[in-house]
């Protein structure tokens, strides 16, 4: 009998069934065995006797809310327990081929970090008002910087120059602010220099195809020179009519500011961090619901076809980058208009690189980016917190922390991280 014969004979059914075949990926459930092994040497090499105190409400809030005590070493342990648990159902949802849901995720998260809060704050007092809080507003310049980056990226231009447009942006919300009088031209003046930034980059990558990672770093060292050398020549010796702006003041929204522990952390922020709600928002809506958008991530994934159908690629990448340097200038505005009311010489401190970092890090996605800054902003502000209370924890390791996170991001170890396919690509029309 010829094979023939035996595909003809079988069940019809059985050979226009389509065949769906499972790829079963263990990156996550060995992610979270390695993290939960990890947090258990804490509690089991160097319990921490006490209770530690969770502070959820400021002493003046309107809505009292009573603080939470919990044992620090009972309650790591019991974090170990729960953490083990999701490990083991995430393992158990690799081996049914089915996707790691996305709520498993969150909540080993939330255990993890409850758990190592408790144990690490044990006989002290955790402000979480002010702890989240101040991630918030460590958190703001990175996310207008992530934001930048992530809008030119998807149009195909890397952007290594956020540090740069930060940089320009800072510098010139100062003098622009200290000289108008009001810290809304300074606002205006760090969106026009980021965009000159970009309107650099853009030139020497788009027009003059020149290597796009070779022209960021080439920015980053020339705004830093330039802006040290104009301190030190311009604003140093004058620093009560151009280094010495207004700021932006607290502006509390009424209602929601008075609710418990989330009002005082999201609603009682400065109008640059408001306005950095909407433009994670905007940006999110203009990329995946917009015409726009939908052109501008065609031009990064592919812009020979793009171009096919009648959009112009230079232009459209051109407008991306632009418009990316104008949203990292207002992360740059941050620095000078609200958490210091002067410029300094390298003010940023490589803010720019921990943006990139977080564009990475989130998957050139506006929404994975702003929460990826978050976590960058929560470890920094983290660090300083444990250090004032006496925690065992080094806080360098704290700093650490989500560099090792994007280490694994970027290798791969927590989900594919894969960038916009004509992502640093120059675009010559044939």
């Not at 020339?222 to 151009?242: D, Y």
């Not at 340097?325 to 720019?352: D, I, K």
Request: aromatic residues 10%; hydrophobic residues 60%; contains cysteine.
């Amino acid at each position: 009998m010829s094979l023939t014969t035996h595909v003809n004979d079988a069940p019809q059914s059985d050979i226009d069934q389509p065949r769906v075949v499972a790829v079963v990926s263990w990156k996550a459930p060995v992610i979270f065995g390695l993290f939960t092994v990890l947090f258990a040497l804490l509690p089991l090499l160097v319990p921490r006797p006490g209770m530690t105190t969770f502070r959820l409400a400021e002493q003046n809030a309107a809505i009292a809310v009573p603080d939470v005590l919990l044992p620090a070493t009972a309650t790591a342990w019991v974090a170990v327990l729960l953490l083990a648990l999701c490990t083991g159902y995430a393992a158990m949802t690799v081996l049914a081929h089915r996707r790691l849901p996305l709520w498993l995720i969150v909540v080993y998260v939330a255990v993890l970090l409850i758990g190592f809060l408790a144990w690490a704050g044990a006989g002290a007092t955790l402000p979480m008002i002010g702890l989240l809080a101040g991630a918030l507003a460590l958190a703001t310049p990175l996310i207008f910087g992530a934001l930048g980056g992530v809008i030119g990226e998807r149009a195909g231009v890397v952007n290594i120059a956020i540090e740069a447009q930060m940089l320009a942006g800072a510098f010139t919300a100062a003098i622009a602010g200290s000289l108008a009088g009001t810290p809304w031209a300074g606002l205006v003046a760090a969106m026009l220099a980021g965009v000159l930034v970009a309107l650099v980059l853009g030139v020497f990558t788009i027009t003059y195809y020149v290597d796009q990672v070779i022209v960021g770093v080439v920015l980053n060292v020339l705004v830093i020179g330039i802006t040290t050398f104009l301190f030190r020549q311009v604003l140093a010796p004058n620093t009560e009519t151009m280094n010495s702006p207004d700021t932006f003041s607290v502006v509390p929204i009424p209602v929601l500011s008075e609710i418990p522990l989330i009002g005082p952390i999201l609603f009682q922020q400065s109008f640059i961090v408001y306005l950095m709600y909407a433009v994670v928002a905007l940006v999110w809506f203009g990329l995946y619901r917009t015409r726009w958008g939908l052109r501008l991530r065609a031009v990064g994934e592919h812009p020979q076809a793009a171009d096919t159908v009648g959009i112009k690629v230079a232009a459209t990448r051109y407008r991306a980058v632009l418009l990316g340097g104008a949203v990292a200038g207002l992360g740059g505005a941050f620095y000078t208009l609200v958490s210091v009311p002067r410029f300094n010489q390298e003010m940023t401190a490589g803010a720019g690189f921990i943006a990139l970092a977080a564009v990475i890090f989130g998957k050139w996605d506006p929404i994975r980016a702003t929460l990826a800054a978050l976590l960058f902003g929560f470890a920094t502000n983290l660090q300083g917190v444990l250090s004032v209370i006496g925690s065992p924890v080094p806080s360098q390791f704290m700093l650490m922390l989500p560099y090792v996170v994007t280490i694994f991001a970027v290798a791969g170890l927590v989900g594919r991280s894969r960038p916009p396919a004509a992502d640093g690509e120059p675009y010559i029309k044939s």
